[in-house]
């Protein structure tokens, strides 16, 4: 279910970046779009890295699993 949020988070960014390349916002609705891309992104990263961690976590067990052998 994780992943699931994340992709549609990573699908709201690029929509968001999508409508801010074009140019064709006002002003407002510009600041408004890229501080909601701004917290996107900083959830995602979070994302990442705590699954990041996860794999780090599970490499390093495993591997003194094997020492442990």
């Known amino acids: 279910m994780a992943d699931n ?7 709201e960014l690029e929509k968001i970046v999508e409508t801010l390349e074009k140019g064709e ?3 407002d609705e ?7 891309g701004m917290k996107i992104s900083k959830a995602c990263r979070e ?4 699954v990041k ?17």
């Open 25 to 27: 916002t006002i002003l």
């Open 5 to 11: 949020k994340f992709e549609k988070s990573l699908g």
């Open 47 to 50: 994302n990442l890295d705590n």
């Open 30 to 36: 510009s600041i408004e779009l890229f501080e909601k």
């Open 53 to 69: 961690q996860k794999i780090i976590t599970l490499t390093e067990a495993e591997s003194e699993q094997r020492d442990e052998d």
